[in-house]
């Protein structure tokens, strides 16, 4: 009963975390969008020193004009719209995410024995101090470089997270790796919002409210880590969803395979803020593309030499071992309410029909059984893929 109120936990919050996230995602998107499409004033009434720019748009049916400012307009209209909640509230629920799924079954979802035998509270240690350092390094990074070194600033920070996903994958599960890497970064981008946008805004605000020209510098900081957040979008997105996808941080060496997406999502990213300025430069999705394939080809599952004979009963040995304990109708293991994704795997033809996830799952990535908590071994793995290479037959 436990397991199934926590799995319709899990359910409700993912689908608060997953709008708040396009409600937040897609206004810095909006934002970025229109800045980059931003045109100097077409009505010489729009006095040119107060505004930087203009943009026209049509949309639902209406027509949209909207200003950017220099800096503040002579006064402070009656209503103020900010944007801050689609944020925090994208960042709370998909820390409750990760709390009701990771930290709450650590044992299970972060801790995999044959890479480390961590204790459940070594790991939350690890990765709620992680999202802490995280944030500082980052933060440390853009105040020290100022706004004038942003690709050393880039740079570095992708060597940072290259030594964190690298230690990781020495301590974690791929899978925890990768989603912790994910929440590192969601993390650097709340914060953003929370400790140094919203802030500089309050001093352009209290500025004008008190009569005071605003420095400019505030409206400045606030832009920097704006675009910074707009440029880590897609990477946060492809580490959330490459969490279903064993084949990436299934791999032996997940730490590549994340920071290659990483770079590539960026990369994509930078393709569409260079468009809307008016640049399209297409040399980058074709060499996102190229990159992506190659990628697929280099992560490729090896070729097994199919010298082996594996019996049926043996292979199914090998399942009720190692997979029976959750992938059953009536599952064991603690924790597990009913079979993970509807698979049970407890009947010949139940294994058979399954044979193409068994491969998926526990033979070309490592990511069954969960946490590797039934203790499977390599040679397990090498028998059960022998058996699916001879056609998964049931002899
Ligand atoms: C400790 C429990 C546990 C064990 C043992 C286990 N699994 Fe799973 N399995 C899960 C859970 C939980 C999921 C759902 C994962 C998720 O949330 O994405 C799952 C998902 C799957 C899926 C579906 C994946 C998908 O995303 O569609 C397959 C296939 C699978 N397991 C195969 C196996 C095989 C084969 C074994 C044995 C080698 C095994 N599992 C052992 C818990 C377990």
Request: aromatic share 10%; glycine share 8%.
């Amino acid at each position: 009963m436990e397991a199934y109120a926590g799995e319709w936990l899990q359910f409700l919050i993912r689908w608060v975390h997953l709008i708040t996230g396009i409600a937040w995602i897609g206004a810095s998107f909006y934002f970025i969008w229109l800045d980059n499409h931003l045109r100097p004033p077409l009505a010489a009434s729009d006095a040119p020193d107060a505004i930087g720019g203009e943009v026209w748009a049509i949309h639902g049916g209406g027509f949209y004009h909207v200003e950017k400012f220099r800096v503040a307009p002579a006064a402070l209209p009656p209503t103020l719209h900010w944007f801050k909640w689609e944020a925090y509230s994208t960042w709370l629920s998909g820390f409750a995410l990760f709390v009701v799924l990771y930290w709450w079954h650590a044992d299970t979802y972060m801790i995999d024995r044959s890479v480390a035998a961590l204790s459940p509270a070594q790991a939350v240690t690890i990765s709620g101090a992680l999202l802490l350092v995280g944030w500082l390094v980052y933060d440390q990074l853009c105040k020290r470089l100022g706004f004038t070194h942003e690709r050393l600033l880039g740079v570095l920070l992708v060597a940072f997270l290259t030594v964190v996903a690298w230690g990781l994958s020495h301590l974690f599960s791929g899978r925890a790796m990768f989603i912790q890497i994910g929440a590192m970064l969601g993390t650097m981008m709340a914060a953003n919002v929370l400790l140094v946008i919203i802030p500089s805004q309050r001093v352009l605000v209290a500025a004008k409210e008190e009569g005071r020209a605003p420095d400019p510098i505030h409206g400045l900081r606030g832009k920097q880590r704006s675009v910074h957040n707009n440029y880590l979008t897609l990477p946060v997105l492809v580490t959330m969803i490459s969490n279903h996808y064993p084949m990436t941080y299934g791999h032996p060496h997940p730490w590549i395979v994340l920071l290659a997406m990483l770079l590539l999502a960026a990369w994509v990213r930078h393709f569409f803020n260079l468009r809307h300025r008016g640049r399209t430069v297409w040399a980058i999705p074709a060499s996102a593309a190229v990159g992506a394939l190659a990628l697929a080809i280099a992560i490729a599952p090896a070729k097994p030499s199919g010298a082996m004979r594996v019996s049926f009963a043996d292979a199914q040995s090998i399942i009720r071992a190692r997979c029976t304990a959750c992938h059953a109708v009536q599952p064991r293991q603690q924790g597990i309410a009913v079979a993970p994704k509807g698979i049970v795997l407890e009947t010949p033809a139940q294994i058979v029909a399954n044979a193409a996830a068994i491969r998926a799952q526990a033979v070309t990535s490592r990511a069954m059984p969960l946490g590797n908590l039934t203790g499977m071994t390599d040679d397990e793995r090498a028998r059960l893929a022998a058996w699916l290479d001879a056609g998964a037959h049931v002899d």
